[in-house]
């Protein structure tokens, strides 16, 4: 078949060590390398591909993840909008499968309320405070 999208959903861990998310990281990583590759040998049919970078999601697969809760804490302390629900990642998804998005191809879109292009927050600055303070009494 000619013309059409792809979307694959990965997660900042195939990025960045998430001391938990251990061979979960790997397969992402490979996932949007794929996404790059195949986006080329695609897209001279017509057919483009991308990753959805998505927050963390509590899902059944997400409850497999040893720590998730902690990950998904830590994300919706540090992301300026909070995390990203799985409702607002499909409608995400469905803008990048309409022709709006046309022109774009063989990207990781990240989608998660800004965690991505953070380092701390404040509210992470004063929950680390408060344990360093407790830890010294």
Known sequence: ANNGSILALSYIGAQRIFS???????????LESIVRSFGYRLGRRGIR????????????A??????????????E???PLGNASADSCADYCVTLLSDLTRMVTMQTLYHDGGFSAMGIS????????????????
């Open 49 to 60: 591909i991308n990753a959805v970078s998505q927050s963390p999601t509590r899902t059944t």
């Open 122 to 137: 404040d509210a992470l600055v004063q929950d680390m405070a408060g344990s360093f303070g407790a830890d010294a009494e």
């Open 77 to 79: 302390k540090v992301s």
């Open 62 to 75: 997400g409850s497999g993840i040893d720590g998730f809760d902690a990950m998904y804490e830590f994300a």
């Open 20 to 30: 938990k998310y251990s061979e979960m990281g790997d397969a992402k990583a490979l």
